[in-house]
């Protein structure tokens, strides 16, 4: 599996690798929870927000994939099970109880959490020459910054 490296200071620095772990896992719950939303959403927007979810979700699923073959390339085994998703994710599961509102507001905290993320994986690619690891993942960053914005404007 993944590597871990010590840093300067004697404190466990995370691999590119387990980085890319990481964001397998999750951009399938983020996948799934899209899925949640997609099926549930109800009120005046119903149309707008069903065909939006579905959009996002396609997106997870590629970016999914693109990230997995990477770490693959890399040769590092990427996560392929439901446990281990939740069990390496920084993006929680839907709870099933959100309303249209919240559930635009708690993508809009999945997509920050996953550029600082990305960020973090920009950083540590260009730190191991790993260019296109950094290049995958700063047109990720770009592409959920620019639906950051959109579901913020979205909300008004």
């Given at each position: 599996?993944?590597?871990t490296?010590?840093n300067?200071?004697?404190?466990?620095?995370?691999?590119?690798?387990?980085?890319?772990?990481?964001?397998?896992?999750?951009?399938?719950?983020?996948?799934?929870k899209?899925?949640?939303?997609?099926?549930?959403v109800?009120?005046?927007n119903?149309?707008?927000?069903?065909?939006?979810?579905?959009?996002?979700?396609?997106?997870?699923?590629?970016k999914?994939?693109?990230?997995?073959e990477?770490?693959?390339?890399?040769?590092g085994?990427p996560?392929?099970?439901?446990?281990e998703?939740?069990d390496?994710?920084?993006?929680?599961?839907a709870?099933?109880?959100?309303?249209?509102?919240?559930?635009?507001?708690?993508?809009?905290?999945?997509?920050?959490?996953l550029?600082?993320e990305f960020?973090?994986?920009?950083?540590?690619?260009?730190?191991?020459?790993?260019?296109?690891?950094?290049?995958?993942?700063?047109?990720?960053?770009?592409d959920?910054?620019?639906?950051?914005?959109?579901?913020?404007?979205?909300?008004?």
């Open positions: 599996m993944a590597k490296t010590k300067t200071a004697g404190t466990q620095a995370q691999s590119v690798e387990q980085l890319l772990n990481r964001q397998v896992a999750n951009l399938n719950v983020l996948y799934v899209l899925h949640n939303y997609h099926w549930y109800k009120g005046s119903f149309f707008t927000l069903h065909t939006k979810f579905e959009e996002f979700y396609d997106e997870a699923t590629l999914m994939d693109e990230v997995a990477r770490l693959l390339t890399l040769k085994e996560a392929a099970t439901m446990k998703y939740l390496l994710s920084s993006i929680n599961e709870s099933g109880t959100e309303d249209a509102n919240t559930m635009v507001q708690t993508l809009i905290e999945d997509f920050a959490t550029c600082e960020q973090e994986g920009i950083e540590l690619a260009e730190k191991a020459e790993d260019q296109p690891t950094a290049d995958m993942l700063t047109g990720f960053k770009t959920f910054e620019k639906h950051m914005w959109m579901l913020r404007s979205y909300l008004g």
